[in-house]
C-alpha cells in the first residue's frame, strides 16, 4: 500500500491558486510531522511547509504570506493552499510524513506536479 498519496497538482495560471492534499496510509503509526517539499529542475529539493504535532507551523520565507497548510482532525491528511501562484512555484511538490512508532521512519509521496505560467 502506497504510504503517501497525493493530489491537486495541476496548470494554474501566474496569480492563480491550488489546493494539495496528501493522505497517509492507515498502515502508518505515530505521525509527528507532515509537511510538504518541492523540487524544480535542476534544484535541490526544499522544504515548503511543514506541521508539527498537528499545530506548530514552519514555512519557507519564499512561500510565507502566500501558502497555508493544515491537517485534519485525525493528522492523517495534509492540506496545503497556495495563492498568488508564482512562475518560480513551478516545481514536483511531495509530501513527508515522520513517525516516531516504534522508531523514527520518513516517509515521502511520490510526488504532484505544479506549473505556473506566466
Known amino acids: 500500500q502506497v504510504p503517501l498519496v497525493e493530489s491537486g497538482g495541476g496548470l494554474v495560471q501566474a496569480g492563480g491558486s491550488l489546493r494539495l492534499s496528501c493522505a497517509a496510509s492507515?498502515?502508518?503509526?505515530?505521525?509527528?510531522?507532515m509537511g510538504w517539499y518541492r523540487q524544480a529542475p535542476g534544484r535541490q529539493r526544499e522544504l515548503v511547509a511543514h506541521?508539527?504535532?498537528?499545530?506548530?507551523?514552519n514555512y519557507a520565507d519564499s512561500v510565507k504570506g502566500r501558502f497555508t497548510i493544515s491537517i485534519n482532525n485525525a493528522k492523517d491528511t495534509v492540506y496545503l493552499q497556495m495563492n498568488n501562484l508564482k512562475p518560480e512555484d513551478t516545481a514536483v511538490y511531495y509530501c513527508?510524513?515522520?513517525?516516531?512508532?516504534?522508531?523514527?521512519?520518513?516517509?515521502w509521496g511520490k510526488g504532484t506536479l505544479v506549473t505556473v505560467s506566466s
Open positions: 506541521i508539527i504535532s498537528g499545530s506548530i507551523t
Open positions: 513527508k510524513a515522520v513517525a516516531d512508532i516504534p522508531v523514527r521512519r520518513d516517509y
Open positions: 492507515r498502515n502508518i503509526f505515530g505521525i509527528n510531522t
